[in-house]
């Protein structure tokens, strides 16, 4: 069974700060890994997909690296609007589809 | 632009059955797979089923399987989760995806709230 196991759970950062955000896969995934951006009462937002590649519309500030099990998601100069709950979800060998538990990022 | 639309959420009594629905606009839907996916209170989002764009595949989560059918109408943009024998633990936020065949759900649906409980 595919597990992703995000970090930290919570993180809290102030406005034009930088964040970055840990996925953890129990098994490789290669790239097949996308990152979602959920705000509460409204539609949960692709940002990246195959790991790196930024969805359409979405700012470069937003950013995706690794393969395998280890990934990461940087949000450089985080924007008031960026705070949120953001998810990765793994696509290698579905289904099923995994998705990891959350990282929050809150205003510091 | 792409638009998903989830209803037929409620709160129900353990064991009772519930149909949920999604209509699309925006894009033509009868070319995309669908998906549902949930989200219970304080948990990561869980998927629960997959239907291929023309209906002929379907799959499902363990967690419902054999519980929850998936089905869509492709005449009417709408994908549909008939949801029987619900628990507790069905308590959920459901939400539908677009699925471009590539196994990315690249837009989703606001979602529906659905309420197990006696």
């Known amino acids: 069974e595919m597990v992703l196991t995000q970090s930290p759970a919570t993180l809290s950062v102030s406005p034009g700060e930088s964040a970055t955000l840990s996925c953890r896969a129990s098994q490789s995934v290669s790239s097949y890994l996308t990152w979602y951006q959920h705000k509460p009462g409204q539609a949960p937002r692709l940002l990246i997909y195959g790991a790196s590649t930024r969805a359409t519309g979405v700012p470069a500030r937003f950013s995706g690296s690794g393969s395998g099990t280890e990934f990461t998601l940087t949000i450089s100069s985080l924007q008031s609007e960026d705070f949120a709950f953001y998810y990765c979800q793994e696509y290698n060998n579905w289904p099923p589809w995994t998705f990891g538990q959350g990282t929050k990022v809150e205003i510091k | 632009q792409v638009h998903l639309v989830e209803s037929g959420g409620g709160v129900v009594q353990p064991g009772w059955s519930l149909r949920l629905s999604c209509t699309g606009s925006?894009?033509?839907?009868?070319?995309?797979?669908m998906h549902w996916v949930r989200q219970a209170p304080g948990k990561g989002p869980e998927w629960v089923a997959l239907?291929?764009?023309?209906?002929?595949?379907?799959f499902y989560g363990d967690s419902i399987k054999g519980r929850f059918t998936i089905s869509r109408d492709n005449s009417r943009d709408t994908l549909y989760l008939q949801m029987d024998s619900l628990r507790t633990d069905d308590t959920a936020l459901y939400f539908c995806?677009?699925?471009?065949?590539?196994?990315?759900?690249?837009?989703w649906g606001q979602g529906t709230l659905v309420t197990v409980s006696s």
């Open positions: 925006g894009f033509s839907f009868s070319a995309y797979a």
């Open positions: 239907m291929s764009y023309d209906g002929t595949n379907k």
């Open positions: 995806a677009r699925d471009p065949g590539s196994g990315v759900l690249d837009y």
